[in-house]
C-alpha cells in the first residue's frame, strides 16, 4: 500500500514511524509525507507541498497513486482536505470540513454538545467586545473576583483560550482577542465566555468510521510551558499513557456520557465524521466535562500513544477511511509510556531556530527510547539544527511511568544545543 502522511510535527513522525515499523503493512519506500522534516526522511519519502495546499495534494495523490491519506492537523482538514479527496475517490482518513468544524468553531461545538445532551462548561456566545463585556458585567459567571474562560471560536494555535482568574482579566483577554490581534481576525469574530471548571484533566481518543469506534489509551497533557504548570501555554511540553490517567470506572463512564452521544449525534446531524476524535475533558467533582474536541490527533500524546500500538497502523486507518473499523485488531502493550519535548528558547513566543543539535545518536541509543522529530532541519553542510519550538520528542515506554519517564530523562540529558529548554517534572506534577 502507498501512504500519504500530511504534517510535519513530531506527530507526522511518529505516525510514519509506525506505519513503516517492521511487521506493519507498509514497505518505508512507499510511505510520504507532506512537507515533513529532517527526522521524517528517514522514516518516508517528504514531498515538498504545504500540509493546507489541498489541491497539490489531491494532484500528488492521484499522481503518486496513493491508496490511503492521512491528515495530521487541524488546519488540513479545515481547509477541506478530506472533500477534494472525496471528490476524487481519493481514500482519505479524516473528516469532512464540515464534521471538523467540531474543532475549528468552538461555537458550532458547543452548540452540538448543548444539542446532544454531552456535559460541557456553560457559556455565552459574544460577537463584539462590547456584548462580551456586558456577559461578563452581567454577573452570570460569578461576581468580578471569579475565575471565568475566554475563547476565540476559530483555530489560534493554542493561544485562544484564557483562564483568567478575574472577570477583569477576562475583559482585557476579550479585548486583545477581538481588538488586540492576539489570534488571527477570523478566529475572533466571535469569542465564548464560558464557566471555569476545576479537576484533573484527561485526553480521550478514538478512530471512527463513522459506525464503530476504537479507543486508544487515555493520555495527559502537559499545555504549560514550565515546570509545576505554570507560564504560557504552548502546544504540548510533554505527555503521558497510565493506568491512573483515568480509571476503568471513569472511563467507563466517559464513554457512556461523552463519546457514544458524540458519535451518535455526528450521525444524527448527518456530519461524516470518520478519522478521529479526541475528546479533552476536566473531571470535576460532578462528572466529566468536555472542555474541547478535536478531530486529529494530539501533538505529543500520539508519540506517547503510539509507542504502545501492537497492531497494524495501516490497517486501522484503512478501515477508517473505508469502513470495517469493528473487525480490525486494535491491540495495546500494556505498559505505561512517556514523551517529553525538547523545546527551543524563547518557546512558545518567539522560538529561536538554526541552534546546531548534538548528542542525537547517544540519546537514541538508551534501550526503549525513540526520538520523534519536530522542528529540526539540515543546515548546508548536513548538521542538524533546531527549526521551530518544539524540536524534539524523547519517547519511551516502561515497566512503571516512572521508568518510562526516567528513560526519557536519561536520553533528554545527552542532547544538547544552545537554548534547549524542557520540564523535569512531566508525568510527575500534580
Ligand atoms: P482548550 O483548547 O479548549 O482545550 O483549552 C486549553 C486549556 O484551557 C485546557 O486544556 C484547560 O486547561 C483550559 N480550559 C479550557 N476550558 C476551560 C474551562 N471551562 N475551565 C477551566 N479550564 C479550561
Ligand atoms: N497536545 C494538544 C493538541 O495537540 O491539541
Not at 60 to 89: C, M, V
Not at 109 to 114: G, H, N, T
Not at 141 to 163: S, T
Request: net charge negative; hydrophobic share 40%.
Amino acid at each position: 500500500m502507498k501512504v500519504l502522511v500530511i504534517g510535519s510535527g513530531g506527530r507526522e513522525h511518529a505516525l510514519c514511524r509506525t506505519l513503516g515499523r517492521r511487521g506493519a503493512g507498509v514497505a518505508a519506500a512507499r510511505i510520504f509525507c507532506a512537507p515533513g522534516n529532517a527526522g521524517i526522511a528517514d522514516a518516508a519519502v517528504c514531498v515538498p507541498v504545504g500540509a493546507t495546499d489541498v489541491a497539490a495534494l489531491a494532484g500528488f495523490a492521484e499522481r503518486e497513486g496513493i491508496e490511503l491519506t492521512i491528515p495530521g492537523g487541524e488546519s488540513t482538514l479545515a481547509a477541506g482536505l478530506a472533500d477534494e479527496f472525496a471528490r476524487r475517490g481519493l481514500a482519505v482518513a479524516g473528516p469532512s470540513r464540515e464534521a471538523a468544524r467540531l474543532e475549528s468553531s468552538k461555537a458550532f461545538a458547543k452548540d452540538f454538545m448543548l444539542r446532544h445532551g454531552v456535559p460541557t462548561a456553560r457559556y455565552r456566545v459574544a460577537s463584539s467586545s462590547a456584548e462580551a463585556r456586558e456577559i461578563l458585567r452581567g454577573g452570570e459567571f460569578g461576581g468580578g473576583e471569579a475565575a471565568v474562560v475566554v475563547k476565540a471560536d476559530g483555530l489560534a494555535a493554542g493561544k485562544g483560550v484564557v483562564v483568567a482568574s478575574t472577570h477583569e482579566e477576562a475583559e482585557r483577554a476579550v479585548v486583545e482577542m477581538m481588538e488586540g490581534g492576539r489570534v488571527a481576525a477570523e478566529a475572533a469574530g466571535r469569542v465564548l465566555i464560558e464557566e471555569a471548571l476545576t479537576g484533573r484533566e484527561a485526553s480521550l481518543l478514538l478512530w471512527t468510521d463513522g459506525r464503530d469506534y476504537r479507543l486508544m489509551p487515555p493520555a495527559r497533557d502537559h499545555k504549560r510551558v514550565g515546570e509545576g504548570d505554570t507560564g504560557p501555554n504552548t502546544g504540548g511540553m510533554g505527555a503521558v499513557t497510565a493506568p491512573d490517567v483515568l480509571d476503568e470506572e471513569t472511563l467507563a463512564r466517559c464513554v457512556r456520557e461523552v463519546v457514544e452521544p458524540t458519535l451518535e449525534g455526528a450521525r444524527s446531524d448527518g456530519l461524516d465524521f470518520r478519522g478521529i476524535l479526541f475528546v479533552g475533558l476536566m473531571l470535576t467533582p460532578d462528572g466529566p466535562r468536555v472542555l474541547e474536541y478535536n478531530v486529529r490527533f494530539g501533538d505529543p500524546e500520539t508519540q506517547a500513544i503510539l509507542v504502545r500500538l501492537r497492531s497494524d497502523l495501516s490497517e486501522i486507518f484503512g478501515a477508517v477511511a473505508r469502513g470495517g473499523l469493528g473487525s480490525v485488531p486494535v491491540e495495546w502493550g500494556g505498559e505505561p509510556s512517556a514523551c517529553v519535548v525538547l523545546a527551543a528558547r524563547g518557546y512558545p513566543e518567539r522560538p529561536e531556530t538554526g541552534a546546531r543539535i548534538e548528542g542525537l545518536g547517544e540519546a537514541a541509543r538508551v534501550p526503549g527510547v525513540e526520538i520523534f522529530h519536530a522542528g529540526t532541519a539540515r543546515a548546508a553542510d548536513g548538521s542538524l539544527v533546531t527549526a521551530g519550538g518544539r524540536v524534539l520528542g524523547v519517547t519511551a515506554t516502561g515497566p512503571t511511568l516512572d521508568e518510562a519517564l526516567t528513560r526519557c530523562y536519561d536520553s533528554a540529558a545527552r542532547v544538547r544545543w544552545d537554548g534547549l529548554h524542557y520540564r523535569r517534572d512531566i508525568g510527575r506534577c500534580k
